[in-house]
């Protein structure tokens, strides 16, 4: 049973160009979460998203974050116009529906804006 | 709305010695507890969770963490560490209502185990 697949591992992006983060659950869960890591910080909260809904997105910036988990696929994470804060690391964790007080982490995807 | 609070932002002990890596939190509402534990390039792995009943919680690699109600604490404690778990180490709590995988962690603490 594999993880949480997240890829890339790692992104460097120019400053103005877009960043792509995917994030493949484990199998059976449909709960995804994204967390960002800045440097020397714990992770904060981003966005909260179940099969082709968003739950909550509270944590999100609000402007040039988006986030989406279709019915097919693995849930993205699009940075619009990156800059050079966005350099961080990208976590994704996943749960079941029926138990969801343990969440499974992936391996993050660690951007870096240049 | 939760936080909190890692006291120690480093904790550097020698191998065999016990430890303690502490952890406050604040919120108007009740709460599940979390530790996880992170090595370095990786993601997140759960040591141990703090649901309900008893206090004292027991998890991985020889980890325990007690709940104190009265002082909003969850210390995590070992009583011989190898070096082995020199890693970050993170608090988190979350909600009971809504999901509980809505994390809100502290800053970390990072244990350097040395001979």
């Known amino acids: 049973n594999a993880g949480v697949m997240q890829n890339p591992r790692h992104l460097v992006r120019r400053r103005g160009q877009e960043a792509r983060l995917r994030c493949s659950p484990m199998k059976g869960h449909s709960h995804v979460y994204w967390y960002r890591q800045l440097p020397e910080e714990g992770l904060k909260f981003m966005v909260y998203l179940q099969k082709e809904n968003i739950i909550d997105e509270s944590g999100m910036p609000k402007e040039r974050f988006s986030a989406e988990f279709p019915k097919e696929g693995p849930s993205i994470l699009r940075i619009q116009q990156v800059v050079r804060g966005d350099s961080a690391a990208y976590f994704c964790?996943?749960?079941?529906?029926?138990?969801?007080?343990?969440?499974?982490f992936g391996q993050g995807t660690r951007l870096t804006v240049v | 709305a939760q936080s909190v609070t890692q006291l120690d932002s480093q904790v550097p002990v020698f191998e065999e010695a016990p430890v303690e890596l502490r952890c406050n939190y604040s919120?108007?509402?009740?709460?599940?507890l979390f530790w996880y534990v992170q090595y370095p390039n990786q993601g997140l792995q759960l040591l141990l969770k703090?649901?309900?009943?008893?206090?004292l919680v027991k998890g991985i690699n020889g980890f325990e963490a007690e709940f104190n109600k009265s002082q909003t604490s969850f210390h995590l404690r070992k009583p011989s560490v190898h070096i082995s778990d020199t890693a970050e180490y993170f608090c988190a709590v979350s909600p009971l209502t809504g999901t509980a995988s809505k994390l809100t962690f502290g800053t970390g603490t990072r244990l350097q185990v040395t001979l």
């Open positions: 964790a996943s749960s079941r529906p029926t138990e969801n007080t343990e969440a499974f």
């Open positions: 703090y649901l309900s009943g008893s206090t």
């Open positions: 919120s108007s509402v009740s709460v599940y």
